[in-house]
């Protein structure tokens, strides 16, 4: 790794106001050696120098919620009654092979540092993030998933479940962090989900749960009705016990909610809901578009905020939502309640990194941190009252630079 220096006409440290005329040094370990006002940022003759002209520098992006094993498939589920949705992505993911799903991520990982994230917090089945994560020097945590809606299920469901993260631990490293996920109280049983929360307990393993996402998941634990309790029912799978709770106290009562866990969505949350998650110190992984997208309704952000729960934001799946935009994902979080350009921005970078627990190293340009950098065209004459909304406005197209660790992932132009 090479000492670098980077200079542009803004700084955006998230930690602290605009910087006009800003520079952050790079150390030969990857992480930030300064960053600050250029004046005052040193310039060693040895290190490698660059101005990025009418560019803002800001720490690279968090996006605490994606799919990137479904990469390609956009466009392609048709639309349908989400439990039909979930359906027919299952049948195509069934149809591509071992090879397709490693190139798909692969590539998810490749066009996400194109826009400037730099952290995925991602959610699979095959495996193939995490490899694609180690082998391209990448940064994130890989959520290996775990089925099974029936109670009969679960002793197998769990062998096969801690076997596989056993494989897959081999990828994990400085930056690559594998973590377990019981999908979603439609397709995992209580006593799987409690069995999966005592080893992850045990092992200090995270967590990362889709909750209280859709109406049919509260209609499947309020009444044992909806369209998931109905495929339950044909499949002759024994429906949820203790009927009349909400998704998130359902959960609370198998001891899954914790500070390591990620609940992702929560739109269908009551007061109460909030309350408890917020007691329990979780995180939640905030997907506005693609809550939008399957009308699942607002999620309740704003009240989140207000019981200091950690929020992120991400995109899910192209599946749900194509091109995938941070950006406008955080846009839309804004608008939903209420937040400034500051906390919008907030949300993709040091927010996102608190709700994974990645803050001591990402999320801000702070000296010590990584060297996860990205810079962005900016339009003339921008000034520091309008800079963060101008950043939050830019096309993904804008990213200029890319660098993780400090080493450059992407270059708009050039093959790295």
């Known amino acids: 790794m090479?000492?670098?220096?980077?200079?542009?006409?803004?700084?955006?440290?998230i930690e602290g106001p605009p910087v006009s005329d800003g520079a952050v040094l790079v150390d030969a370990q990857g992480r930030i050696a300064a960053a600050g006002p250029a004046a005052l940022v040193p310039t060693p003759p040895e290190a490698y120098l660059e101005r990025l002209d009418d560019a803002v520098l800001l720490p690279g992006l968090?996006?605490?919620?994606?799919?990137?094993?479904?990469?390609?498939?956009?466009?392609?589920?048709?639309?349908?009654?989400f439990a039909g949705w979930i359906r027919h992505l299952i049948l195509l993911k069934a149809r591509r092979s071992v090879d397709e799903v490693r190139a798909a991520a692969a590539r998810g990982i490749r066009e996400g540092w194109a826009s400037g994230v730099t952290t995925v917090a991602d959610t699979g089945d095959s495996g193939a993030v995490i490899e694609a994560l180690a082998g391209l020097g990448g940064s994130g945590i890989a959520?290996?998933?775990?089925?099974?809606?029936?109670?009969?299920?679960?002793?197998?469901?769990?062998r096969g479940w801690v076997g596989r993260l056993d494989e897959l631990g081999r990828f994990?490293?400085?930056?690559?962090?594998?973590?377990?996920?019981?999908h979603a109280p439609y397709s995992v049983s209580g006593p799987l989900y409690?069995?999966?929360?005592?080893?992850?307990?045990?092992?200090?393993?995270?967590?990362?749960?889709?909750?209280?996402?859709?109406?049919?998941?509260?209609?499947?634990?309020?009444?044992?009705?909806?369209?998931?309790?109905?495929?339950?029912?044909?499949?002759?799978?024994?429906?949820?016990?203790?009927?009349?709770?909400?998704?998130?106290?359902?959960?609370d009562r198998h001891a899954v909610l914790g500070p390591r866990t990620l609940c992702i969505h929560v739109v269908q949350a009551t007061g109460s809901d909030l309350d408890t998650l917020a007691w329990r110190g979780v995180a939640v992984a905030h997907c506005?578009?693609?809550?939008?997208?399957?009308?699942?309704?607002?999620?309740?952000?704003?009240?989140?905020?207000?019981?200091?729960i950690r929020v992120g934001v991400g995109t899910d799946s192209v599946a749900s939502v194509s091109p995938l935009d941070l950006f406008a994902e955080a846009r839309a979080a804004g608008q939903l309640a209420g937040l400034t350009?500051?906390?919008?921005?907030?949300?993709?970078?040091?927010?996102?990194?608190?709700?994974?627990?990645?803050?001591?190293?990402?999320?801000?340009?702070?000296?010590?941190?990584?060297?996860d950098l990205v810079a962005l065209d900016l339009p003339p004459q921008v000034d520091a009252e309008a800079l963060q909304d101008t950043v939050l406005t830019r096309p993904r197209i804008?990213?200029?630079?890319?660098?993780?660790?400090?080493?450059?992932?992407?270059?708009?132009?050039?093959?790295?």
């Open 2 to 13: 090479r000492l670098a220096r980077y200079a542009a006409p803004w700084l955006l440290p």
């Open 398 to 416: 804008a990213c200029r630079l890319t660098l993780l660790g400090g080493r450059e992932v992407y270059r708009r132009g050039v093959a790295l």
């Open 62 to 81: 968090v996006n605490t919620h994606s799919h990137l094993e479904l990469t390609g498939l956009e466009g392609q589920v048709e639309d349908a009654d």
């Open 172 to 182: 994990a490293g400085e930056r690559v962090t594998l973590g377990g996920s019981p």
């Open 143 to 158: 959520y290996h998933e775990v089925f099974g809606p029936h109670p009969a299920q679960v002793e197998e469901a769990f």
């Open 288 to 308: 506005p578009r693609s809550n939008q997208r399957h009308g699942h309704g607002r999620a309740p952000l704003a009240e989140m905020r207000q019981r200091g």
């Open 341 to 371: 350009p500051g906390e919008m921005l907030a949300l993709v970078t040091l927010d996102a990194a608190r709700a994974l627990g990645l803050e001591a190293g990402i999320g801000s340009l702070v000296p010590g941190k990584w060297a």
């Open 194 to 251: 409690a069995r999966v929360a005592r080893h992850a307990e045990e092992v200090g393993l995270p967590l990362a749960v889709h909750l209280a996402e859709s109406a049919e998941e509260s209609a499947l634990l309020a009444g044992q009705g909806g369209a998931f309790a109905e495929g339950w029912k044909r499949r002759e799978v024994p429906l949820p016990t203790a009927p009349g709770c909400t998704p998130v106290a359902w959960l």
